[in-house]
């Protein structure tokens, strides 16, 4: 199955629907060379095909993150390019898998700054995820990480609020580990 087959799959409906999301994502996860069309898709004008691909490529990483190797700077420039909020969130859900060089985490953490500020309360929770994750990797993150979390601790959302308390606890851990190594 070529990628034009594996992006038909995701034709058809509406937003509303995750279609064959779940599908293609396995068929990904047994054939890594169909990661570059669910990116296609993500690239494409089909709004539906760009959210369901968007779907499946963050539901087959979550057990095989190394699927996302060789495509940084592509998943970094979508970021960039603002997407629907559909995609954006799978975005900020994949940002956390990725391995960036330093260049690139710091591209990747202004991207998220920018989704701190998106409509979708469901993007920013991924933008503090991703931010989380990013500071779980590598602590010269924490400090930016830690300050936005507290901020999230004040959102108008209780989803937000909610996610931010046990981010809070995430990384209270870190920096529990940090003042250990440090002997203070």
Known sequence: MDG???LQMLEGGDR???GR????AELVKADPARVGALIAGMEGDDPVVRMRAADALEKATRARPELLAGY???LLSLMAAQPQQEVAWHLAQL???????DAQQARLVERLEAYLNHKSRIVRVHALEALTALAERDERWLPQAWKRVNEGLDADSPAVRARCRKLVRRLSRLLEREEGEDGT
């Open 4 to 6: 034009s087959q594996i």
């Open 16 to 18: 509303r629907s995750v």
């Open 21 to 24: 999301a779940a599908e293609v």
């Open 72 to 74: 940084e700077e592509r």
């Open 95 to 101: 940002a956390g898998r990725l391995e960036l060089t």
